[in-house]
């Protein structure tokens, strides 16, 4: 009896080790996962443009509104919305026929003058003409004179032409309309080279100068850069912001930017060295940016603050060094701890990020 009881317990204790093996063996096993496969890159240093963000408003180098300096009936349209004039073209002429006679009436009066105080001159060395007489024929003369280039002025403003190269607006007349002195027919923009103004900082103004490059952007283009320089620098820093104006010209031949428009103004002050992490390692949670380093086969979290974004890499200013490899691919189900295996694959880095910065190596 006592035997059987000692076999009894026996099968027992047997059973329980081969479940403990079966089941809570098996669980440990399920909570030690295999390393996850990842691939890594270490930081690059690499010189950068110290950059100024602003932000201003596209502004023609020249621009007029083409007005009427006198009164009259439109006869031609010399002009077309939207195209390029250049310096003299005609834009619009008004019937002139008074204007003509008036300049002919002018002349006719000038020839008058002139001859009455030629004939005067010749006969005041026999005494004939008193020099009194002469002086008032002189000035007569010079009074026709003023006249007749009054007169072929106002022709003149008949012809209204392009005051410069430019971009013709659209205008606000047509064959037949009556214009006064002072109406509107239409605007003119040169917009080869376009000026934008901006403001920055007064701490930046050792570092500013006549020359500089600057980059602007536009929502309309957003793929598209528009460079240029600064033009010109404010005589004074404005003592309620303390920042100081800057006026630039920017590239504008391709005719894409227009006056007005909002502009996105980066401009350089300088260079600094860098530290880069390719743009694919970063993740966000919420308004934190944060990537993976490996260390001692294990994945590390850390948090960055980031910087200038140039060729699919990311300026990091604080979180990593440049000793510690950051992770690039296989890192989005990553949490900090976990075992990771590092493979070697070309292929990792897209092509954009992989070609940046070669004409820094070496």
């Known amino acids: 009896m006592k035997q059987g009881a000692f076999l009894a317990a026996v099968v027992i204790v047997t059973l329980v080790v081969i ?8 669980g440990v096993g399920e909570r030690q996962r295999p390393p996850q496969i990842v691939n890594v890159e270490l930081p690059r240093s690499a010189t950068l443009q110290r950059q100024v963000e602003a932000v201003g408003s596209a502004r023609a180098q020249q621009s007029v509104t083409v007005t009427s300096q006198v009164d009259g009936r439109v006869v031609r349209i010399g002009m077309k919305e939207g195209a390029r004039v250049k310096a003299g073209d005609l834009l619009v002429a008004l019937d002139d026929r008074t204007a003509q006679a008036d300049l002919a009436s002018a002349e006719a009066a000038l020839a008058d ?24 024929l002189r000035a007569a003369l010079q009074a026709a004179e003023a006249q007749q280039k009054s007169a072929a002025a106002r022709l003149s403003y008949h012809l209204i032409r392009a005051p410069f190269s430019g971009i013709v607006g659209l205008r606000q007349i047509e064959v037949g309309s009556y214009v006064r002195a002072g109406d509107l027919l239409t605007t003119l923009d040169d917009t080869d080279r376009l000026e934008v103004q901006f403001t920055v900082p007064e701490r930046y103004l050792a570092s500013l100068a ?39 010209l920017l590239d504008n031949r391709e005719q894409l930017l227009r006056p007005g428009q909002f502009l996105q103004v980066a401009l350089s002050v300088g260079e600094q060295q860098a530290l ?60 900090g701890g976990a075992p990771v295996q590092v493979v070697e694959d070309a292929d990792a880095l897209v092509p954009e990020t992989a ?6 190596e070496g």
């Open 276 to 335: 880069m992490i390719p743009e694919q390692a970063i993740l966000t949670q919420g308004a934190t940016s944060f990537a993976f380093v490996v260390s001692d086969d294990k994945a590390e979290r850390r948090e960055l603050v980031l910087g200038t974004r140039q060729q699919g890499w990311v300026e990091v200013r604080s979180g990593i060094v440049a000793s510690e490899p950051v992770v690039i691919t296989g890192h989005t189900r990553l949490g």
């Open 19 to 26: 479940a403990f093996w079966q089941f809570g063996g098996a």
């Open 113 to 136: 003058a002139r001859a009455a105080w030629q004939r005067a001159t010749r006969l005041q060395d026999t005494r004939a003409v008193s020099e009194a007489e002469v002086d008032r």
């Open 210 to 248: 006549v020359g500089q490059p600057v980059i602007a952007r536009s929502d309309s283009w957003p793929e598209r850069e528009f460079p240029g320089r600064v033009a010109q620098l404010d005589s004074r820093v404005d003592p309620v912001n303390r920042a100081i104006t800057i006026k630039a």
């Open 355 to 360: 070609g940046a910065f070669k004409d820094q």
